[in-house]
């Protein structure tokens, strides 16, 4: 992560970057107790869906840039955020597997605050700005069509989202 701090236009701007990297590895999984698999021995405490879940279910790279500007009277705040792609394992029993990788996906937010004096403020902003949707499940995966996206999606399901806010402080 990255910051810097400077003045613009009789204000101070702040600029942040950050990209981070992660991937998960499991060690020492316990396998299923004999008790459990002697009633059914295709049952497994935790098998690929599970695995899958904790390991390449989450996008394994995240890129984020902000750039914040604010003066007496206001604070104006812009965001781009880009989530790498996944993929997701399901277990469906019966040997009944299947996968699918999502893209890549990219989200802008920003607001505006406007402030009255020392404790009003009032500011609109908004939440994945362009309207992104993550990909759509495929037919083995969204539940006869009840779960068109993946609910562990990075930028949600519900596409954009504005939002006003009067605030007071005391």
Do not use: C, K
């Amino acid at each position: 992560m990255a910051n810097w701090r400077g003045e613009l236009g009789g204000g101070g701007l702040l600029l942040t970057g950050a990209w981070s990297y992660a991937e998960t590895e499991l060690r020492n999984v316990v396998a299923t107790p004999p008790q459990l698999a002697a009633l059914d021995p295709e049952y497994a405490l935790f098998g690929v869906e599970e695995s899958n879940t904790l390991t390449d279910a989450a996008p394994r790279t995240r890129a984020q840039f902000s750039a914040n500007w604010n003066n007496d009277r206001w604070n104006l705040l812009a965001r781009v955020q880009r989530h790498g792609s996944a993929r997701r394992v399901f277990n469906f029993g019966g040997g009944f597997e299947p996968e699918q990788l999502y893209g890549a996906e990219w989200q802008l937010d920003a607001e505006a605050e406007y402030r009255f004096g020392t404790r009003w403020s009032v500011a609109l902003g908004g939440q994945n700005l362009t309207d992104e949707y993550p990909d759509l499940s495929s037919e083995d995966i969204n539940y006869f069509g009840n779960l068109p996206y993946d609910v562990l999606s990075p930028i949600g399901s519900n596409g954009a989202y504005w939002y006003t806010r009067v605030r007071y402080t005391f």
